[in-house]
């Protein structure tokens, strides 16, 4: 049998017992002794915690005795998606906005700082780094086909609704796109020809990726929005375990574990 501090439950059934036998007569000060049916010891009791902690504290150590209560029962969860599908959505999200904030750096880190260059015949001229303006913006198109997946595979409204915001806002800016090497394909995703996109104008580039209010930019608003959801929705997969204690299953819960 389970005790609190050398209390078993007959004892703590007991106590609480107790309460109403030893009511007082308090009719001198409130005319009666009960508070709208409850006692005032009772009262007292429960106002001031007591009752609360020596009931978490029974049934913790209550559930710590059964060998079974360490595994999660059935979820009580809300969510239209599995804890799963929004971990995998929020990660796309972050890894978006963090590859669109590297292409919008300024100051010394920028990519669009030209670098002084002398070719052969000692002629200094300043130039893009290409090729690290390019790796930037191919981790872009891998990041945004990333998150276009994994939105997709949501069942949750607002974030398929998003998800389609960032496609439409895609096609508005497919001619300007085209200009710099990259293309969408029939199953909405971009591609990138490193070739095409070398040749491009790099102001180009810049005006689709550096500058605030951008593509860049506006897909990792959008991919913040899809983020937001996620993270909404993840806090309704909820699911309490034997003992009582509710654990938060996005990244410890029964259904996370199993299909991880």
Do not use: C, W
């Not at 009580?76 to 904030?101: F, G, M």
Request: net charge positive.
């Amino acid at each position: 049998m389970a005790t609190i501090s050398g209390y078993d439950s007959s004892s703590i059934g007991v106590l609480f017992s107790s309460l109403n036998s030893g009511r007082t007569n308090t009719s001198t000060m409130f005319g009666t002794s009960d508070l709208l049916g409850i006692n005032y010891s009772d009262y007292a009791t429960i106002r001031n915690g007591s009752y609360t902690k020596l009931m978490k504290a029974y049934y913790k150590k209550a559930a710590s005795d059964d060998p079974s209560s360490s595994s999660v029962s059935a979820a009580t969860s809300t969510s239209k998606d599995s804890s799963k599908t929004l971990a995998n959505i929020e990660s796309a999200a972050d890894d978006l906005k963090k590859v669109s904030e590297t292409l919008r750096t300024n100051g010394d880190k920028s990519l669009f700082t030209k670098k002084q260059t002398t070719d052969k015949d000692g002629k200094v001229s300043y130039e893009y780094d290409t090729d690290k303006i390019y790796k930037a913006v191919s981790d872009f198109v891998d990041s945004y086909n990333k998150m276009l997946k994994e939105g997709g595979d949501s069942n949750t409204n607002s974030i398929l609704r998003s998800t389609k915001s960032m496609v439409n806002l895609t096609k508005a800016n497919s001619n300007m796109l085209s200009k710099v090497g990259i293309t969408i394909g029939t199953d909405n995703k971009l591609s990138i020809d490193e070739t095409a996109f070398k040749k491009a104008d790099m102001n180009t580039v810049k005006s689709l990726f550096h500058t605030t209010g951008g593509f860049g930019y506006q897909t990792s608003v959008q991919a913040g929005m899809i983020e937001s959801y996620a993270k909404s929705e993840a806090e309704k997969a909820n699911t309490y375990n034997k003992s009582g204690m509710y654990t938060y299953n996005y990244t410890t819960g029964e259904i996370y574990n199993t299909t991880t």
